[in-house]
Each structure stands twice: as C-alpha cells, then as structure tokens.
C-alpha cells in the first residue's frame, strides 16, 4: 500500500482546474462584451432622449422654435440650434443642407451675448455620439413654442409640418442592436 498525503493538490489537478476555468473565460468574454455594448448604446439613447426633451422645454420657455440637428456637422453628431426667423421664414442659415449652424465657431456655446434682440441665445453645445455608435433614422426635428414637434418633409416645405400621430423614430445603432427614440406631435419623447 501506498502512503498518498492529504496535504495538497497534484500537478494534474491544477491543471486541469486551470483548463477549465480558461474555458469558462473565454465563453464569457463575448458575453460581457456584448453587455457593455449594449450598455453603450442605451447610454446614448438616453443622452440622445434628454437632447430631445431640453429642446422641446426650451422652445416652450422661451417660446422661440428650436431645433435639433443630427449627423450635423459631420456623422454621430448632434446639436440643438434656436431657429433664426420663424418657422414659416427661416433664415438662409437655418437651411436643413447647410451645417453652419452646427458650427460652434460659428454659432459658439454659450453665446457672445445674451441680449434677447440678437438671436440666436439658445443653442446648445456640440455633442458627439460614442466612435461604437452612429444615428440610424434620424431627421432634424423642430419643437415649437407650443410643444409641438415638427419634421423636414421630402418637399423640404416651411414651416416644417408636424409629425403624425404615429410618430416618428430617431435611432442609434451599434452593430446588429438597434435604439430606439419615438417622438410624436404632440412632442412626446420616449425611449422604446
């Protein structure tokens, strides 16, 4: 008979603990990939969502037209901008193919002044998605002193008409996953 001690593990025992637990890691990584992807993209629906919500508060505080600019100036980007003039008569720079102003040297954050004469005093800052994320369907929206939300149509008509009943969505896509913001006319914003 032979005499094993009790005292401590094999070679082979650790070993094969270790192979094992090699194999456990390397199963979970993609998932815990996925979950911070999946993290990132909710991450900025939110910020996206919030955007959205202080431009519609700000056009009815302030009771001027505001808007908000996706993939503007370049893509994954955003902003909202005070509408120059009225929605029936937007200035030439308010024109939904121009990116002036997107331009914060342009149309800086915060404003030069604040006088209540010379507009525009309400834009805010240049924001950026996350480099893993890019806007998916997302039209420029207008909110109006009234709270309404308004959408450039393809005849690209002033003022811009008010989006339907149904809504319309403003997506940020990372890979295969798909967020979702629905905005409808009324101005009512929420996360899907």
Not at 113 to 124: A, F, S
Not at 168 to 182: D, M, P, Y
Request: with cysteine.
């Amino acid at each position: 008979m032979s005499q094993r001690s009790e005292a401590g593990y094999t070679l082979i025992e650790i070993m094969l603990t270790l192979i094992v637990f090699a194999i456990l890691a390397g199963a979970a990584v993609p998932q815990f990939m996925d979950l911070t992807g999946n993290m990132r993209l909710a991450q900025g629906v939110r910020e996206v969502e919030r955007e959205l919500q202080t431009a519609r508060l700000k056009a009815v505080t302030s009771n001027r037209a505001i808007r908000v600019r996706f993939n503007c100036p370049t893509v994954g980007q955003y902003r909202m901008v005070e509408l120059i003039g009225t929605p029936s008569d937007p200035d030439t720079d308010d024109d939904p193919d121009e990116l002036g102003r997107c331009s914060i040297s342009d149309y800086p954050y915060p404003p030069a002044d604040v006088n209540r004469l010379t507009l525009p005093n309400h834009d805010g800052p240049l924001r950026t998605l996350h480099s893993s994320l890019s806007f998916g369907a997302a039209d420029d929206l207008e909110f109006w002193p009234d709270g309404s939300a308004h959408q450039l149509d393809v005849a690209e008509s002033t003022p811009w008409p008010v989006v339907s009943t149904t809504g319309t969505a403003v997506t940020l896509t990372k890979g295969t996953s798909v967020g979702v913001i629905e905005v409808n006319g009324l101005g009512k914003i929420q996360v899907q």
